[in-house]
C-alpha cells in the first residue's frame, strides 16, 4: 500500500447541528484542509500519516475522531487549542455559530513538528502540504523549507495552498501545486479569472518552483499545466449535495496516482473525479471509490488554444481533445 504524508499543522474540530424527525443531532467531526485530504485518500486505499499539532480541549476531541478514521497520527502535544467551528444546518443551509481560529506554536513548537513533518514525508511515497485556518499558527517559511529538504532528497511534494504560503512552498520547489482561481485573483497572481489571465499566473508559478499547476475554478473546468501543456478538465454535470470540499478532495485524487506511481495525467483525471464524487456527498472528504472510478471514465482532457497571438486568432481557434495517453506521453521527461 502507497504512503502519503500529509502536514496539516492545525486540524479544525467541527460541530454541526442538523434537524431530524426526532429532534436536533449535534455531530463532531475533525475537519480542515489536510483532515478532509487524509480522508480522501483513506478512501482511495492509500495509507496516510497525518502529522498535525494537538492540543487544549479541541484536541482532545480531535484525537480519537481522527483514529476512528483509520488515519494514522504523528502528533505534537501542545498547550494551544486547536481551532474550533459551529455551523447550524437545521433549516438547510450552512449558518455560522461560532469560530474559534486556533492558536499560534511557539518556536520550539514549531521546530519539533517541523521535524515529525520531514522524517515521515521522508519515508513516504508522496508528501501532502496544507494549510491552516489561522495563519498565525504556522509561518509561511516552515513550507518553503520543508518543500525544500524534502524535494533535495529526492521526494514527491504536492501543495494545496494560497497567499503567502503558496508563494513560499513554490520557492521551496514543487512536483505538483493545486490551488483555486479565486485565491490566484485575491492575492494578486493573476489579473482576473480569465482563461488567459490564469494561465498566465500558472506559467510564472511554473517559472517559480511548481513543476505542474492545477488551478480549480468551481463550478467551471479546472485547468491544468504540465510539460508546457494547458488543458482543461471536463466532468459530466451532477447537482451537488455540498460544493464544499471539492478542491481537497481533487487534490487527494492527485496525490494517490503519484503515490501509486501513475502519470500525471491519470493524475489529474483522478483528481477531477475525486472532486466531483464529493461535492455529490455530504461529508468533506469523503467519496465511493466505485463512483470515482466510474467518474474517471468521463473525465476529458482539452487542449486549451495556445495564449500567445491576437484576441481574434485566439477566438477563431477551438479547443482539441487530446486523449490521456498522449498526455503521460508528453508529460515523459525528453
Known sequence: MADVMVFSPGPQLTVTIEASATGDQVHFHAGGQGVWQARMLTSLDIHVVLVAALGGEAGDVLRPLLQREGIQLRVLNTDVSNSVYVH?????????????????????????????????????????????VNPDVMPPDMYRRLAGDLRANHSVVVADLSGDYLRAAVAGGLDVLKVSHEELVRHGV?????V????AAMRQLRSQGARTVIVSRAERPALALFDDEVVQVELPELEPADPRGAGDSMTAGVAAVLANGGDIATAIRTGAAAGAANVTRRGLGTGCPEVIAALWERVKLTRVPHESGSSSSRQQRRPEHISPDELAERSKPS
Open 88 to 132: 447550524d444546518r437545521r433549516k438547510g443551509e450552512r449558518q455560522q455559530l461560532a469560530e474559534a481560529p486556533g492558536e499560534p506554536l511557539g518556536r520550539h513548537e514549531q521546530d519539533e513538528l517541523y521535524g515529525l513533518a520531514l522524517a515521515e514525508g521522508l519515508k513516504a511515497d508522496v508528501s501532502l502540504l496544507s494549510g491552516v
Open 190 to 194: 493573476a489579473e482576473s479569472d480569465g
Open 196 to 199: 488567459e489571465q490564469l494561465v
